[in-house]
Every structure is written in C-alpha cells, then in structure tokens.
C-alpha cells in the first residue's frame, strides 16, 4: 500500500494549507479503509492528527486540531485531505497520512497500530 502526502510548505502563522493523500495499492477499494493523518514535530514523538470513517459519516480529531483542522476525503479518487487553518508556529511537523482496516476511532485511540502510514509531507508556520 502507497501513501503520497503532498501539500506541505511555508506558511506564516494564522494560514492555512490543504494537504492530499493519494492512497494506492490496497488489497480491496479505498472506501473500506479509515483514513487519517499524523504529525512529528521536531523532537517530538509522532501524535495523532485526526481520522475520518470509511464513509466519511464520522471524524475524530486530537484537541489542538479542532475547530482548526478539517478532515476530508473522496473514495472515487482513493484521496484524503487535511484542511489546516489558522496555523501556528506550533504545528510545525512531518504530516503524515495513514489509513487502517479497522475504524477511524480506533486510529484515534490506537494511533501505534494503524496498518498504513505513507511518506510524510513537511508543513513549517513561521512567526
């Protein structure tokens, strides 16, 4: 399974990037996979971002991502997307999108058993 994240850059503080993920390879079709994405700051272990459910009826964010980040995705184009705004020098990371056999909860709750995880995309927020 193929992960391509892209979308990453330089963005000052209070902007905004939308990052994609072009998911490819799997066994059965895109829509029977949660999606979601990670992040590793600098220093820092990697953490959940958010998820989103096989129908996209459900997402699940880590708290610094709500009301600022807003997961997305179209089954037809096996593509998920991370809508970022209002970023801070903070969110200064390798993103990294994942998607998983299981649930988007349990990507949330389970972040170091998500099957799949691609390359990553780097987002850097100036000050």
């Known amino acids: 399974v193929q992960l391509q994240a892209s979308g990453g850059g330089l963005v000052q503080a209070g902007g905004s990037l939308r990052l994609s993920c072009a998911v490819s390879?799997?066994?059965?079709?895109?829509?029977?996979?949660?999606a979601g994405w990670l992040r590793q700051a600098p220093g820092k272990e990697r953490e959940f971002v958010g998820s989103?459910?096989?129908?996209?009826?459900?997402?699940y964010y880590e708290d610094f991502a709500k009301g600022r980040f807003t997961i997305s995705r179209d089954n037809a184009k096996s593509t998920v997307y991370l809508q970022m705004n209002n970023l801070r020098p903070e969110d200064t990371a390798v993103y990294y999108c994942?998607?998983?056999?299981?649930?988007?909860?349990?990507?949330?709750?389970?972040?170091?058993?998500?099957?799949?995880r691609g390359k990553g995309t780097l987002v850097t927020v100036s000050s």
């Open positions: 994942a998607a998983d056999r299981g649930t988007a909860q349990d990507m949330k709750f389970n972040p170091e058993r998500i099957d799949y």
């Open positions: 390879g799997t066994e059965r079709s895109f829509s029977v996979y949660a």
């Open positions: 989103i459910s096989r129908g996209a009826i459900q997402t």
